[in-house]
Nanobody, 114 residues
Framework: VQLQASGGGLVQAGGSLRLSCSAS????????MAWYRQAPGKQRELVAI????????EYVDSVKGRFTISRDNAKNILYLQMNRLKPEDTAVYYC????????WGQGTLVTVSS
C-alpha cells in the first residue's frame, strides 16, 4: 500500500495551497481518511478527517475555517485545500486513515513565509 501526498511548496502568509493524496487500491474510498502534519521538532498531529460514510469532516481548532478536506472516490484521491496560510502551518503533511493503518508515505513539505 502506498500513500503519496503532493502539492506542497513555499507560499507567503495569507496564500493558499491544495494538497493531494493518492493511494493504491481503493483506500481513499473505503476508509475514513485524515491529513496529518509534523512541524520541525514536534510530534505528528492530526489536522483534518473525513468520513467514508457521509463525508462528515472535523478539524483541529487551529485550522478551522481555513482548511477544507475532501475526497474524490472515483479517482481515489484525498485533498486538503489550505487557505489563509500562516507560518505556524509550516510542516510536512501526510495522509493516512484515521487509525493510521498504513505505512506513512514521504509526505509533502509546506513552508509558509512571514
Amino acid at each position: 500500500v502506498q500513500l503519496q501526498a503532493s502539492g506542497g511548496g513555499l507560499v507567503q502568509a495569507g496564500g493558499s495551497l491544495r494538497l493531494s493524496c493518492s493511494a493504491s487500491g481503493s483506500i481513499v474510498r473505503d476508509y475514513a481518511m485524515a491529513w496529518y502534519r509534523q512541524a520541525p521538532g514536534k510530534q505528528r498531529e492530526l489536522v483534518a478527517i473525513i468520513s467514508n460514510v457521509d463525508r462528515g469532516t472535523e478539524y483541529v481548532d487551529s485550522v478551522k475555517g481555513r482548511f477544507t478536506i475532501s475526497r474524490d472516490n472515483a479517482k481515489n484521491i484525498l485533498y486538503l485545500q489550505m487557505n489563509r496560510l500562516k507560518p505556524e502551518d509550516t510542516a510536512v503533511y501526510y495522509c493516512n486513515t484515521i487509525t493510521r493503518r498504513f505505512n506513512w508515505g514521504q509526505g509533502t513539505l509546506v513552508t509558509v513565509s512571514s
